[in-house]
């Protein structure tokens, strides 16, 4: 049996480190389990003791639990969807960056899961929506759609792993535990990398590439219908769907940013995911963030229009009422997303020899426009502008507020220019905390302004921000762990594309021979 071989730079930067951990790793490891360990005690006790221990009661019974649920399977999205696409439009730039993604999705579906399991009273009636449900049902549906998803997803993420698990048993440093060389030799399937061998290996990932679109595409929007199926006001509409599909990819292209960067700073992967994988993976980014701006103004636009009693007190609680302070957020923080990856491209290089186009300007700006807005919107400081003159003050500070973060804005594009990198992580933790407060707008502001009852207030307890934590610890846990077993880029994609970079240059297109009409077919008139 021939041992695979793999590049001597290759092995050094994705296969050792998988066998080093420094004290660091250990730090954070314990930190994660002592988050989750906190998190375990909560959820025992809220088991114990009921949800009577949560903040959700009637008629808000779906709270930051549910909240969490969407924004979770959302993330997911960015994985096996965003790959799969990519792999059937044949967009060879996307290699380094397929593990990462389909790992995400992955752990995003476990940890979405989760999140149903704390929001029922009886988690040990979990399965009866399979038993008893009703074929009728969304929420059945979603339960097979999520179901299928994460079973489609984990052999998406294994398929391509098949190759890597031989290449790293026959390149185990001599200090391998016993544990990870039965691990690699079980998971390699016995591949030895024959031409039949990848032939096979191709077309199945091909055909789970196709098939894996519409069930990614069906889980968003059925998890959409089990709200827009319902009279509730805010969401019987009928563009819930993709709505919610746009959202998730959006969501989901913002998570995998930040994983491949956290990834890529934290394991020297620059030589592999490079500025092009952001360049190009951007472009998607920008298209998706204006497709959502455009169905948020029309879903908001035609509740506004509209003017129903039951629909009205929903929408004014987002706008001026108890809800404002998500809701303008959102708004505010997609804004930043979108400014700082279109507008940079706009600035010119000669801005940088301007003193005030500095990133301290730009950065001081931000902080006291960040202040002022403060000021206007903190309840305590009400007082202070009142006894000075309400109107006055309030539109000065308005207009302040404004033009230090327009300052701040355009300042910081010069810097955002150079920095592809970082300007496109700020971008993507605006999406994220973004769409998880879009989230919480399209739940908690109408379960609080029900259709027959009276209003009510939600604040999440100290029970469901304990699970929220856990819940985000576990997946960062989940996503070390795995990296620390498997490669971050998957070799041998890394290395078919180079075979096929090296191809395509030796490859000679012949232009095409001028064809020149001789001078005589010109002559003018009075040419001899």
């Given amino acids: 049996m021939m041992a695979l071989k793999v590049a001597t730079r290759d092995r050094e930067v994705l296969i050792d480190p998988l066998f080093q951990a420094g004290r660091g790793f ?3 490891v314990t930190f994660l389990l002592l988050v989750i360990g906190w998190g375990v005690a909560m959820y025992v006790r809220q088991v114990w ?20 649920f969407i924004f979770f399977i959302g993330i997911s ?14 967009a060879e730039w996307r290699r380094p960056i397929t593990r990462i993604a389909e790992a995400i999705t992955a752990f995003a579906l476990v940890v979405g899961t989760f999140q149903i399991l704390f929001d029922i009273g009886r988690p040990d009636r979990l399965l009866y929506v399979f038993w008893y449900g009703r074929l009728q049902s969304p929420l059945l549906w979603d339960a097979f759609s999520v179901t299928a998803y994460f079973l489609g997803s ?30 690699y030799r079980m998971l390699a399937l016995g591949w030895q990398g024959t031409p039949t061998q990848w032939l096979r290996l191709e077309k199945l990932i091909a055909i789970m590439a196709v098939l894996i679109i519409p069930v990614a595409v069906s889980v968003h929007t059925i998890i959409s219908w089990i709200l827009a199926t319902t009279v509730q006001p805010g969401w019987h509409s009928t563009v819930f769907g993709p709505y919610f599909v746009i959202g998730a990819i959006f969501s ?29 993976l951007g472009y998607i980014f920008i298209t998706m963030a204006a497709v959502w701006f455009y169905f948020t103004y029309a879903e908001n636009m035609t509740s506004a229009a509209g003017q129903l009693k039951e629909e009205w007190p929903v929408l004014a609680s987002k706008l001026w009422g108890q809800y404002a302070a998500t809701f303008w957020p959102m708004v505010l923080l997609m804004f930043i997303a979108f400014w700082v990856l279109v507008f940079p491209s706009f600035a010119s290089r000669s801005w940088q020899r301007v ?68 300007g496109t992580v700020i971008a993507s933790a605006c999406v994220v905390i973004g769409m998880w407060l879009e989230r919480w707008n399209i ?28 819940s985000l610890a576990l997946f960062v846990l989940l996503f070390i762990i795995f990296f620390k077993l498997f490669p971050p880029v998957s070799i041998w994609e890394v290395v078919e594309g180079r075979v096929l970079d090296r191809a395509q240059e030796k490859v000679v297109v012949p232009m095409p021979e001028s064809t020149r009409t001789p001078a005589s077919a010109h002559a003018g008139f009075g040419d001899d």
């Fill in 443 to 470: 739940i908690v502001p109408t379960m609080t302004h029900p259709r027959l009852i009276g209003n009510s207030a939600y604040a999440p307890s100290l029970t469901e921000w304990s699970l929220f934590g856990a």
């Fill in 77 to 90: 999205h960015a994985g096996t969807l965003i790959s799969a696409i990519l792999r059937v439009t044949g």
């Fill in 252 to 280: 989901g292209i913002a998570a995998l940013f930040i994983a491949m960067t956290l990834a890529r700073r934290a394991m020297h992967l620059e030589s592999y995911i490079t500025e092009k994988q952001y360049r190009n």
């Fill in 49 to 68: 003791s009921g949800l009577g221990v949560t903040a959700m009661d009637r008629p808000a019974y779906w709270g930051l639990y549910m909240v969490n």
């Fill in 355 to 422: 003193p005030i186009f500095r990133p301290r300007f730009a950065l001081s700006s931000a902080v006291t426009s960040a202040l002022l807005l403060g000021v206007l919107t903190i309840p305590q400081t009400r007082p202070v502008l009142t006894s000075i003159d309400p109107v006055v003050s309030r539109q000065t500070l308005i207009v302040l507020t404004t033009i230090f973060g327009f300052l701040a804005g355009v300042t910081i594009l010069p810097w955002l220019k150079e920095h592809l990198v970082e």
């Fill in 26 to 28: 250990w730090l954070l």
């Fill in 154 to 183: 984990l052999t998406y993420l294994y398929m391509p792993i098949i190759p890597d698990a031989a290449l790293i048993r026959d390149n185990l440093p001599e200090n391998a535990p016993g544990w990870r060389k039965l691990l």
